[in-house]
């Protein structure tokens, strides 16, 4: 397998180390260049040939949204920061996922495996079209990994070591953080609207300056998610 050229961009150093040993435990990765800025990683994109970019936001100068919006065909891009509320910036983007820092090496691993699953997407044959599976996410209950599609899933409920998620078919309760599912679906159309409550955006069906509506069940919105929750809900 030709080797995934990477390019990390980001002006924290120790982000970036993190990023490289995380890169150098995958055989099929390697790191093309790394970039302390929006305006370098700009300059090199240019001469190098880059598969996927793992791109902070906050920089100097220009920002890594502003990067993406100048880019007339950018390469495949993962977001890596420490910020939340871009996550609704980025799905309209089309990144292939949103990690929130610090990046664990599992989480890293998932990102890419969503990365190659688009490329596999990408190179199927033409004349043998394939069904493109929606996307999904593993959950440990029990003994048993389950796996779930994400347009199934109405919402996340928080409950304290564990988590409930509300599906069209069944309702979970696996040991989770919230704030781990929360990374792993940013990407995947999903919004924290309350420090207890993930939605999925494609399931709301109404909403106030208050709460937001699922069919008939109402979802309280936290006062620190208020101004990002209503900016997505509104469009």
């Known amino acids: 397998m030709k080797k995934i050229r990477c390019l990390l961009v980001d002006d924290e150093p120790l ?3 993190l990023l490289e040993k995380h890169v150098a435990q995958l055989d099929f990765l ?3 260049g790394t970039c302390g800025n929006a305006l370098k990683a700009l300059e090199a994109l240019k ?3 880059i598969d996927l970019v793992f791109l902070d936001i906050q920089m100097p100068a220009i920002s890594g949204m502003d990067l993406l919006k100048t880019l007339r065909h950018p390469p495949k891009v993962i977001i890596t920061t420490a910020y939340r509320e871009y996550a609704v910036d980025g799905y309209d983007l089309d990144i292939v996922d949103y990690l929130l820092k610090p990046i664990t090496f599992d989480r890293f691993f998932k990102a890419v495996e969503r990365y190659l699953r688009t490329i596999d997407t990408r190179l199927a044959d033409a004349s ?3 069904t493109v599976e ?4 593993f959950v440990k209950s029990g003994h048993k990994n389950i796996r779930v599609n994400a347009d199934d899933v109405l919402y996340i409920e928080s409950m304290k070591d564990y988590v409930r998620i509300i599906t069209i078919k069944q309702t979970l309760t696996p040991k989770y953080r919230i704030s781990d599912l929360e990374a792993e679906l940013s990407a995947k159309g999903f919004l924290r609207i309350h420090r207890s409550f993930i939605v999925n955006f494609k399931k709301v069906t109404a909403f106030t300056a208050t709460d937001v509506e699922i069919d008939q069940i109402e979802l309280p919105i936290g006062e620190s998610y208020k101004e990002l929750v209503l900016k997505a809900l509104r469009g």
């Open 15 to 17: 982000a970036v180390s």
């Open 30 to 32: 390697e790191v093309a």
């Open 47 to 49: 001469p190098l040939e």
């Open 128 to 130: 043998n079209p394939v």
């Open 134 to 137: 929606s996307a999904y996410i």
